[in-house]
């Protein structure tokens, strides 16, 4: 099997894992996916993980405003051929962020959350006709000290889907978590990061290897990061985001 065809192996095994995967649908619409990519795949990408001198803290990218974590750092795609690491690593990277990122990956999203998407283009006044999407995949790590408090992402954000990347079970509590706001009628359509003292956590997605966690943003799809406070705590993940623009944009 050539390189690009173990890659989009990869690619298709994960599809299949999530199409034929049970929809949670509270306290918003959610799925959390084991084995989401092939064993021996997942030990290569685990190979290849990248050191820290890779990272650049995303408060330091200007894609966030300063009072953001310094916890949390990333790579995007146009990063990784700079990056100073390996040739290997680069072309692992390389080709794993062109092979889920080739259209096919995004488009089963659309009958994943269908019920959870027709909701925020109500509220917004579209239709699925009107949809312009993209997608924007990269490596995130978060470390000691980080923490999100519950939120609902953007509105531009149509879906968002994590790739966990821990190589045990041992820091399974790193996962991300669902809650519903002490007012149960409460609801934001996107921005601001909450108090964790008005939420009360519904349940936590276990950090566990070869998992995914994906859900749709929408009004009630409060969901966050409990505070990272053991010394030594990181948190490796693949974020893949689905996004369109909205009226006004």
Same mark, same amino acid.
């Given at each position: 099997?050539?390189?690009?065809?173990?890659?989009?192996?990869?690619?298709?095994?994960?599809?299949?894992?999530?199409?034929?995967?049970?929809?949670?649908?509270?306290?918003?619409?959610?799925?959390?996916?084991?084995?989401?990519?092939?064993?021996?795949?997942?030990?290569?990408?685990?190979?290849?993980?990248?050191?820290?001198?890779?990272?650049?803290?995303?408060?330091?990218?200007?894609?966030?405003?300063?009072?953001?974590?310094?916890?949390?750092?990333?790579?995007?795609?146009?990063?990784?051929?700079?990056?100073?690491?390996?040739?290997?690593?680069?072309?692992?990277?390389?080709?794993?962020?062109?092979?889920?990122?080739?259209?096919?990956?995004?488009?089963?999203?659309?009958?994943?959350?269908?019920?959870?998407?027709?909701?925020?283009?109500?509220?917004?006044?579209?239709?699925?006709?009107?949809?312009?999407?993209?997608?924007?995949?990269?490596?995130?790590?978060?470390?000691?000290?980080?923490?999100?408090?519950?939120?609902?992402?953007?509105? #531009? !954000?149509?879906?968002?889907?994590?790739?966990?990347?821990? &190589?045990? *079970?041992?820091?399974?509590?790193?996962? +991300?978590?669902? @809650?519903?706001?002490?007012? #149960? !009628?409460?609801?934001?359509?996107?921005?601001?990061?909450? &108090?964790? *003292?008005?939420?009360?956590?519904?349940? +936590?997605?276990? @950090?566990?290897?070869?998992?995914?966690?994906?859900?749709?943003?929408?009004?009630?799809?409060?969901?966050?990061?409990?505070?990272?406070?053991?010394?030594?705590?990181?948190?490796?993940?693949?974020?893949?985001?689905?996004?369109?623009?909205?009226?006004?944009?």
């Amino acid at each position: 099997m050539s390189s690009a065809d173990k890659f989009s192996a990869a690619k298709l095994h994960a599809m299949y894992q999530i199409l034929n995967a049970p929809l949670r649908t509270w306290p918003f619409p959610h799925v959390c996916v084991h084995n989401i990519l092939p064993a021996d795949f997942y030990a290569e990408l685990l190979r290849n993980r990248l050191d820290d001198d890779c990272f650049t803290r995303l408060v330091d990218t200007g894609r966030v405003g300063m009072g953001y974590s310094g916890a949390r750092a990333c790579v995007f795609p146009k990063e990784v051929d700079g990056l100073p690491t390996s040739e290997e690593k680069r072309a692992f990277w390389k080709q794993l962020f062109e092979t889920f990122r080739d259209g096919e990956f995004s488009s089963i999203w659309l009958s994943v959350f269908r019920q959870g998407m027709a909701e925020k283009l109500a509220d917004n006044n579209m239709t699925v006709a009107d949809l312009k999407l993209h997608n924007e995949m990269f490596l995130m790590r978060d470390t000691t000290t980080y923490s999100l408090g519950p939120h609902t992402d953007t509105p #531009r !954000k149509m879906v968002s889907v994590l790739f966990y990347m821990p &190589p045990d *079970e041992s820091k399974s509590h790193l996962g +991300t978590s669902a @809650y519903v706001p002490k007012d #149960r !009628k409460f609801t934001c359509m996107g921005g601001p990061h909450h &108090p964790f *003292e008005k939420f009360d956590l519904v349940a +936590t997605m276990p @950090y566990v290897p070869n998992t995914l966690v994906a859900f749709p943003q929408t009004k009630r799809s409060f969901h966050g990061v409990e505070p990272v406070a053991r010394e030594g705590d990181v948190r490796d993940l693949i974020l893949f985001d689905l996004k369109t623009k909205l009226p006004g944009d």
